[in-house]
């Protein structure tokens, strides 16, 4: 059967250049068994016209809040309630800040108010619209509203910028779309992710950290969520949506995220240490901000050890089937089985950090995960996807270590 065999989609479609896609992604979504309807803004129409769309979905296209034909039957809440899914496709900054702000001024905001159904979106923007600060500010109150923020992607615009703001792929849509309907097989699972950074203050405005933004442990976070699990992250400073369904928790340094870790693990079923945690922080932060003085050429900082927070988890009596991370940059298989064995972990994934293209910061990664009887090759793909099978390879080892 396929995945979305019977499932009702409202589409609603904003005012962006990518737009022009999403004939494509109607098709895709009807071919994986979807019944899908389409609802346009005013910009939308700009872009694409409602026949078009009419056309591909099978379905009439509705694009005003004041129709008086369709409003006789109460249309707007007809499809509220049809819906199993309101996807928003491309969102734009305009339609995400009227949705963090409750506005029913059009059909679609009108649609997020009164259904009950699931609401994803995936905006897309100019960069710099995507980063202004009131944006985020918008971003986050959707997800807290456990609204699903799918992507946005890195990359050229149609503006000529460089950045985020483009919109996922369509394949990566109805993927997301898809995984939403998948079998939860990870369902009354409690995981416990770590993620990003960790930040070692210096003084009150230097801090010693790394270059991990967290995607890797954000797309374990949401791959887990998809398959069921209760997931509680604990994330360093990042530059990413909250993914939603996620218990976050945000902290800056080791410490902070050694204190989070030790009694979110305590009973969970799964310990996932993907954060690139600091090994020392500073053993004296300045009060006030260190001054350059004129006859220094140096300056010493002394250093003393983080706590190990993943082998404190494992050496817990009743600890989570743990997972390890081991980014290296040179005999990558001897240093992960090292850490392995030191930490007691369950698994461990190794990461070649050296090799360009993956690793920190980067949208795509490639894992080796060990056991201590078994390995198997994660290769080079998005992130998201590198997540999923991670997340299949660490329930497929807890059910054989039952
Ligand atoms: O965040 P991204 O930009 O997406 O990049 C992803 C990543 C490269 C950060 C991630 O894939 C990764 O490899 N994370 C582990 C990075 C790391 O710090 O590795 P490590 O070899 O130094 O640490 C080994 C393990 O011990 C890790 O699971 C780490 O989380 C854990 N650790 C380390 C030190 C410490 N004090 N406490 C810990 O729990």
Redesign the pocket.
Known sequence: MQILQGKNIVLGITGGIAAYKMPELVRRLIDQGANVRVVMTDSAKAFITPLTLQAVSGNSVSDTLLDTEAERAMGHIELAKWADLLLIAPASANTIANIAHGLASDLLGTLVLATNATIAAAPAMNQQMWHAEVTQENIQKLANRNIHIWGPAQGEQACGDVGFGRLIEVPEIVEHVCSLYQEKNLANQHWVI???PTREAIDPVRYISN???????YAIAQAAVNAGAKVTLISGPVNLSKPASVDLINVTS?EQMHQQAMIHANGADVFV?????A?YRVAEIATQKIKKTADNQQMQINLVK??????DVAAQKNKPFTV?????TQDVEQYALD?LKR?NLDLIAA?N?ALSGQ????DK?ALTVFSTSSQQEIILMN?SDVAKKLVTIIAEQMDEKV
């Open positions: 770590t993620a990003g270059h991990s933004s967290g995607k890797m442990g080791a240490a993907c954060a690139a945690v090994d983080n706590p190990d927070i993943v082998a390890g991370f081991a980014a290296e850490k930490k990461n950090v690793g920190f910061n980067s990664n992130k």
